[in-house]
């Protein structure tokens, strides 16, 4: 280890790694400080839907540019990690069918439709497509561009792309405090400590001691989601379902995720049978034969939540050189290579929109006030 950076970038999950690897691709020095493994939190948890369309809730000004932005560069991106770091992320066409059991379903599916990328498919187009789907399904919203990936694999391509152009990184390297030193800053990790002239704070849920630290009243909270995988031998499924922030997600890897609880400030990584139950229930709505399938194992993350829903993404107010990247909720994978880019562009003093800036911004609730 050197004991100085241009950048310190601070978490190794989906973000920080994201971050590291576009700024060794602009040639920037960059250490990244992991305090266990890379992408083993929150990041391992998720299902790996880049929902761009999907996850909008209406919102189509604000959330749908940007991950939209995010969603494209990843077809660029799997060649690209592939290529310099050997890891497949896992990309998966096929996209999502977003179902409607009631009119009201139908109804809540309106704005999305809108979209010239969506596509209204009725009941019988839906069966032809899922066979399996239970027979009271009205239709569906089709999103072919809400593809899916692996995300520890994508998280894994990206550090080992980081590293192959130039990024050192460390795990096993928890990161206690920041401290100013003349014009730069002193980070002091478990592996001793470091200067750095930027720093970029991923710490995802687990922000909260280091934003207190660097005077900052905002907290991240965890929403937990808990989850099923299944494997199979031969596919159940071509396409994401996908009902009431419900789901079932057939992977590149023989395997399909049954997600996933909501489940507020619970800071817990256990999982309930309770809330087993309710994911095999909700799963045998979508596709009745889902009964037989056989578990492999469950999952559990904490989606990092910020007081509005949107993450935290931008410099501090007081600190022009300390960055700050978290708080990505349902969408921290779709979102990872915006996110990356912005903070590369921020820190580049290269051009970034400045709705995105504002919106994102961790002094944004003051300034709603003002
Ligand atoms: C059940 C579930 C399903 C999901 N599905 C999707 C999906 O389909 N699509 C999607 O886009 N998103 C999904 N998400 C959301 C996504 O997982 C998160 O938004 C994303 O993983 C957040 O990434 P992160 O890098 O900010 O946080 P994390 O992955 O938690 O990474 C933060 C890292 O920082 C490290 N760290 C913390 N403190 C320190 C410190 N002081 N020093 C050094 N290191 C530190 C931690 O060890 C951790 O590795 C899902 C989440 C869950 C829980």
């Not at 978490?11 to 790694?17: A, D, E, K, R, V």
């Not at 839907?49 to 540019?65: K, T, V, Y």
């Not at 077809?75 to 592939?82: A, P, S």
Request: aromatic share 8%; charged share 25%.
């Amino acid at each position: 280890m050197k004991n100085k950076y241009e950048v310190v970038v601070i978490g190794g999950g989906i973000i920080g790694c994201s971050i590291a690897y576009y700024l060794a691709k602009s040639q920037i020095e960059v250490a990244l400080f992991e305090g266990g493994q890379i992408g083993m939190k929150t990041t391992k948890a998720a299902a790996g839907m880049l929902g761009a369309h999907s996850e909008s809730d209406g919102d189509f000004s604000l959330f749908f540019p940007f991950a939209r932005s995010s969603q494209l560069e990843y077809n660029r991106l799997k060649d690209e990690l592939y290529e310099l770091s050997g890891v497949d992320i896992g990309y998966r066409t096929g996209g999502i069918l977003k179902l409607a059991y009631t009119e009201e379903d139908k109804l809540n599916l309106d704005l999305l439709l809108k979209q010239p990328t969506v596509k209204w498919v009725n009941h019988e187009k839906v069966k032809l497509m899922e066979p399996g789907i239970s027979n009271d399904v009205l239709g569906g919203a089709y999103i072919a561009d809400d593809v899916n990936v692996i995300p520890t694999k994508t998280c894994e391509a990206f550090a080992k792309s980081a590293q192959v152009l130039g990024a050192s990184i460390f795990e096993n390297s928890n990161v206690y405090g920041i401290e100013k030193n003349g014009s730069n800053y002193i980070v002091k990790s478990a592996k001793g400590n470091v200067e750095a002239k930027y720093i970029v704070v991923a710490t995802g849920v687990y922000s909260n001691n280091l934003l207190q630290n660097l005077g900052i009243t905002e907290k991240l909270s965890p929403v937990k989601g808990e989850s099923i995988i299944v494997h199979h031998e031969k596919p159940l499924l071509q396409h994401t379902l996908f009902h009431d922030k419900s789901y079932i997600v057939p992977r590149n890897n023989r395997k399909l995720v049954i997600g996933a609880t909501m489940i507020q400030d619970d800071w817990s990584d256990s999982i309930s049978l309770q809330s087993v139950e309710s994911l095999i229930k909700k799963a045998k709505v979508l596709l009745p034969s889902s009964a037989n399938w056989k578990i492999d194992s469950f999952t559990t993350g904490l989606r990092p939540t910020t007081f509005d829903g949107h993450p935290f993404i931008g410099r501090l107010p007081e600190e022009e050189r300390i960055f700050i990247a978290c708080g990505h909720f349902r969408n921290g994978i779709l979102l990872a290579p915006a996110t990356g880019k912005m903070i590369r562009d921020l820190i580049l003093n290269k051009e970034v929109k400045q709705e995105w800036i504002d919106a994102f911004r961790i002094d944004r609730r003051q300034t709603v006030m003002v």
